[in-house]
């Protein structure tokens, strides 16, 4: 499975605006990587929850892993996910890597 691209990513956000708000309430998997933009028009389009893999808070581990994000854009991230009732980050994380 690949994560889709921001573009891609926008794009079903934005096409999922011309139907009613209500009918679009849930949650999606992410990489802790989405710029502020982004967030904002899966939050402005009904998204509930992020389930966000972040695997570990060690830059080497996440290099081992080759998982492409760093600690700080995973804290960016958290930063830029709008905070309120209507918007929540399940984080994921993987206890017991090697290293």
């Known amino acids: 499975m690949t994560t889709p691209s921001r573009r891609t990513c926008r794009a079903r956000a934005k096409s999922r605006r011309s139907s009613a708000r ?3 309430i849930g949650s999606c998997n992410s990489r ?3 710029d502020y933009d982004t967030i904002k028009s899966f939050k402005d389009n009904g998204l509930r929850l992020f389930l966000v893999g972040y695997e570990s808070g060690n ?3 996440l290099k ?3 998982k ?3 600690t700080d854009e995973m804290r960016k991230f958290t930063k830029d996910c709008p905070q309120g009732r209507t ?3 399940h984080g994921t994380f993987i206890l ?3 290293g």
């Open 96 to 98: 017991g890597l090697a």
């Open 87 to 89: 918007s929540v980050i």
């Open 64 to 66: 081992r892993i080759k």
């Open 59 to 61: 830059d080497e581990t």
């Open 22 to 24: 209500s009918a679009w």
């Open 68 to 70: 492409c994000v760093t």
């Open 32 to 34: 802790a990587n989405l």
